[in-house]
């Protein structure tokens, strides 16, 4: 299992300004329901491999483009860039269990040389050197939501760079609270509809240069997979404490997802430049 001190060791260049602060990370983890439900997932999010390859061409980064990922899950997203794009790229992920699946992903493709991952807490991580490319897909809660995150990765960007922030959107907005909770939302106004969600872009003095959004369909990949991989969980530890949650969980978990986040919720990734 990947530690932070053997990413630190490894990586000296990237990670010696931060050794210290992220120390403290090396024993944190995310709730584990995630790392159950989640485990066979390279993609964190509902986008499917072809439209993360879509995003990567999309941002026409020059090789040895540099990019910093917080909250970056199993590496997908910086493993096949680095193979497709020739990009580089840190990423920072407080699951144990996807930072070294990322690490194991990057050893697969034979970039390991390009990219490092480190097991840590993203919040507050400023990158050493400044990135051409900072991105937070799926995980703004790090910087405190979409302004904060925003405000976070901006401290980590060279002049000119890119942000990308991957987020979830209302498709309509929900008739009730309670719709907005099926969505697995706390409420109506965690999220705004698309064009509000640009427009807010805009008054944070960014453009917005690119955007590739899910689908149902891909949604389906990123929810429906949960359902296997929690099934054959319970199936190899029906002993285990944890085996009630994982039940209760997939016993409900599809018809809640048809009957709200597919009907309610779009999710994008979007490029920023500063204005
Ligand atoms: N960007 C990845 C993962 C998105 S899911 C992808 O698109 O595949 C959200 C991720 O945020 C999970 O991997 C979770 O482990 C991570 N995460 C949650 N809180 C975090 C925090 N405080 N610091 C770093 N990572 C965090």
């Not at 003095?205 to 997979?225: F, K, N, T």
Request: glycine letters at 8%; hydrophobic letters at 45%.
């Amino acid at each position: 299992m990947q530690s932070l001190v053997l990413a630190c060791s490894e990586h000296p260049a990237q990670l010696l300004p931060e050794a210290t602060a992220y120390a403290k990370g090396a024993t944190v983890d995310i709730p584990r329901i995630y790392n159950i439900s989640e485990a066979a997932h390279r993609i964190h999010n509902p986008l499917t491999p072809e439209k993360l390859a879509t995003l990567g061409a999309a941002l026409r980064m020059p090789e040895n483009a540099r990019l910093l990922d917080l909250g970056s899950g199993s590496g997908e997203m910086l493993c096949t860039w680095a193979r497709d794009h020739r990009i580089s790229g840190t990423g920072i992920d407080m699951s144990r269990l996807f930072a070294a699946q990322a690490k194991l992903r990057a050893e697969e493709l034979g970039v390991e040389d390009r990219v490092a991952f480190i097991h840590g807490d993203a919040a507050g991580y400023v990158a050493d050197a400044k990135v051409d490319v900072a991105c937070c897909v799926g995980a703004t809660w790090i910087g405190g939501g979409v302004e904060g995150t925003i405000a976070l990765l901006a401290r980590s960007l060279r002049p000119g760079g890119v942000i990308l922030i991957g987020e979830p959107y209302w498709l309509r907005l929900p008739p009730t609270e309670h719709v907005a909770k099926g969505c697995r939302a706390n409420a109506i106004a965690d999220f705004m509809l698309l064009p509000d969600l640009l427009a807010a872009f805009g008054s944070l003095g960014y453009d917005v240069v690119e955007m590739v959004l899910a689908d149902q369909d891909s949604w389906d990949r990123y929810e429906a997979a949960k359902w296997l991989t929690m099934r054959r969980w319970l199936e190899e530890n029906s002993d285990d404490d944890f085996a009630a949650d994982v039940r209760a969980e997939l016993t409900s978990a599809p018809e809640r997802y048809v009957r709200y986040a597919r009907e309610y919720l779009g999710w994008g990734v979007f490029a920023l430049m500063a204005r």
